[in-house]
């Protein structure tokens, strides 16, 4: 059975760090792309990252570029999102979801009627 448990969230300071962890059970995890989406009360999930099977491809939100960076360490059946530079409107609960493709692919942001997602993490950014 599909797994996913993310983990790594808490309160930070605006311009600090977290790492966000996601890790996977009951499936091969290395022919499936991973997504990291967020959420905040009344908005729409919102699509942060992807990155495909083996690493070699990865497509950011543009307003997380250059502050975060998605990874995943297959042999851990696990993916990672560094949170750096964190900001306020980052706040909110951020989720794993694994693909049913290999290729994150041109509209990876938008939520899949197949992803299979984690219980979620909360990040809250306040000073």
């Known amino acids: 059975q599909t797994h996913l448990v993310e983990s790594g969230g808490g309160l930070v300071q605006p311009g600090g760090s977290l790492r966000l962890s996601c890790a996977a059970s009951?499936?091969?995890?290395?022919?499936?792309?991973f997504a990291w989406f967020r959420q905040v009360p009344g908005k729409e999930r919102e699509g942060v990252s992807c990155i495909s099977d083996s690493g070699d491809s990865t497509s950011y939100a543009e307003s997380v570029k250059g502050r975060f960076t998605i990874s995943r360490d297959n042999a851990k059946n696990t993916v990672y999102l560094q949170l750096n530079g964190l900001r306020p409107d980052d706040t909110a609960t951020y989720y794993c979801?694994?693909?049913?493709?290999?290729?994150?692919?041109?509209?990876?942001?938008?939520?899949?009627?197949?992803?299979?997602w984690g219980q979620g993490t909360q990040v809250t950014v306040s000073s």
């Open positions: 009951g499936f091969p995890l290395e022919y499936y792309a």
């Open positions: 979801a694994v693909r049913n493709t290999g290729r994150c692919g041109t509209y990876w942001s938008l939520v899949a009627p197949t992803d299979v």
